[in-house]
């Protein structure tokens, strides 16, 4: 093929992935609460969405369990989308109480009626 380019043997893997996730729409939230901060990032970018602690004092490196997250688990998404997380730092593994940063859990969302509905 004339004219055609080749990529560099390393960006064949990362550009292949790309055109896979553009050609994709969507993507499934994980279920996030229950695992431990570290592993639940690294569930959340398997399912290439990203993990957001709401709690901007607590690192990454601190153990703790998620006890929130929002959007729900199941719910698709735009692959990239930001799944916002709460993390407790308390009693023994992170568990137990507590929503992380003493940040209130937003409500849960009502369901919309569809366009058109009365």
């Known amino acids: 093929m004339e004219g055609a380019r080749t990529l560099p043997p390393r960006w064949g893997n990362w550009y292949r992935a790309l055109l896979m996730a553009q050609s994709e729409q969507f993507t499934v939230v994980p279920t996030l609460v229950g695992l431990a901060a570290a592993t639940a990032h690294d569930v959340a970018l398997d399912a290439q969405v990203l993990a957001v602690d709401q709690d901007p004092e607590h690192s990454p490196t601190v153990a703790g369990v998620v006890t929130e997250q929002r959007p729900e688990p199941g719910i698709q998404?735009?692959?990239?989308?930001?799944?916002?997380?709460?993390?407790?730092?308390?009693?023994?593994?992170?568990?137990?109480?507590?929503?992380?940063?003493?940040?209130?859990?937003?409500?849960?969302?009502?369901?919309?009626?569809?366009?058109?509905?009365?």
């Open 77 to 118: 998404v735009s692959p990239g989308q930001r799944v916002l997380i709460w993390v407790s730092t308390h009693g023994p593994e992170g568990g137990g109480g507590g929503g992380g940063g003493n940040l209130p859990a937003p409500p849960k969302p009502t369901p919309l009626t569809p366009a058109g509905a009365k």
